[in-house]
């Protein structure tokens, strides 16, 4: 059960990188509409980070859902990287176990969400599920005009309106971080030695 459940939870994660069928690609250039968005930083040389050249392909709309995209998946990733270290740490306080049995979770994180079971796993799913829902209501929406990673109950971070430029973009260069981090767990996980820095870590 709390297989199918991850691969659910990849699966949904992978939807997001399918872009909106309605977003036409036009034939030109939209770095300005790039340059206008937060992102640009000393570590990017003062200019946007787009080394694939995303943006001189893509719609203003998906260009939006592009951004929105990166938002989602870097705050999953900034929680899902300081769970794993406070769990390695031993702070997982989730009793569980059968007959009334109570104890501490696992301080390796993948064993951890084994035992967290179906009902746990279930309870991550319907959450994931109700922030990426609650998004998609806001109006405008980001793929018409509206600002990307915008969530005013949950996150009210000033995303909108007047754009907190320095926010916006510690949000972003904490969120690739925590994504190349998480893939560096994984692939440590799956590959033991892989990731030197995380040798002899318990994962």
Do not use: C
């Not at 699966?11 to 990188?17: D, I, L, M, V």
């Not at 034939?27 to 790039?34: C, E, N």
């Not at 990166?70 to 270290?85: D, N, P, Q, S, Y």
């Not at 969400?113 to 980001?142: N, R």
Request: net charge positive.
């Amino acid at each position: 059960m709390a297989s199918k459940l991850v691969l659910v939870l990849i699966a949904t994660g992978a939807s997001a990188f399918v872009a909106p069928s309605t977003a036409a690609a036009p034939s030109t250039v939209l770095g300005a509409d790039l340059t206008s968005m937060p992102g640009i930083g000393k570590e990017t040389g003062d200019k946007p980070w787009d080394p694939y050249g995303f943006a001189t392909k893509a719609s203003t709309d998906t260009l939006g859902w592009y951004r929105a995209a990166e938002i989602k998946h870097g705050r999953v990733a900034m929680l899902a990287f300081t769970g794993f270290v406070v769990q390695s740490m031993g702070g997982g306080m989730i009793p569980f176990g059968a007959a009334g049995a109570r104890a501490p979770l696992s301080a390796k994180p993948f064993e951890a969400l084994g035992q967290l079971g179906g009902a746990g796993l279930i309870q991550i799913v319907l959450t994931i599920g109700f922030i990426e829902l609650y998004s998609e209501t806001i109006k405008p929406h980001y793929t018409k005009g509206g600002t990307p990673g915008y969530l005013p109950i949950i996150a009210p971070s000033g995303l909108a309106g007047d754009v907190d430029l320095r926010a916006a973009n510690k949000e972003l260069k904490n969120g690739r971080l925590a994504m190349i981090g998480m893939m560096g767990f994984f692939a440590a996980a799956a590959i033991p030695g892989s990731v030197p820095f995380l040798a002899g870590v318990s994962l």
